[in-house]
């Protein structure tokens, strides 16, 4: 069984960091793109960033440039989402999600979704 689950979220002030992991199971993690996604309250999803089946490749979202960097680790099984420079409008449910598809990049489409966890940024 495919499992997601996110962490790393929690209360920061405009200009924090913080650093959002999904600890991936049931699937071979180094087979699959993976993704970060984000909720705003009251607002539809958003892709955020998405990082390749071996690391190698990684493309973010405009807004995110230079502030959100994406990583994973595949002897943890895991993958991280840096977050600097952290705005009012960062405040969000983030979600990781699984590539559908085997070793392809770009990736195609989002299969698996985690739970999410709670990023607000307010002073």
């Known amino acids: 069984e495919v499992q997601l689950v996110e962490s790393g979220g929690g209360l920061v002030q405009p200009g924090g960091s913080l650093r959002l992991s999904c600890a991936a199971s049931?699937?071979?993690?180094?087979?699959?793109?993976m993704n970060w996604v984000r909720q705003a309250p009251g607002k539809g999803l958003e892709w955020v960033s998405a990082?390749?089946?071996?690391?190698?490749?990684?493309y973010d979202a405009e807004s995110m440039k230079g502030r959100f960097t994406i990583s994973r680790d595949s002897a943890k099984n895991t993958l991280y989402l840096q977050m600097n420079s952290l705005k009012s409008e960062d405040t969000a449910m983030y979600y990781c999600a699984k590539e559908v598809y085997r070793r392809t990049w770009p990736g195609r489409g989002m299969d698996y979704w985690g739970k999410g966890t709670l990023v607000t940024v307010s002073s």
């Open positions: 049931g699937f071979t993690f180094d087979d699959y793109a």
């Open positions: 990082i390749s089946w071996n690391g190698g490749s990684t």
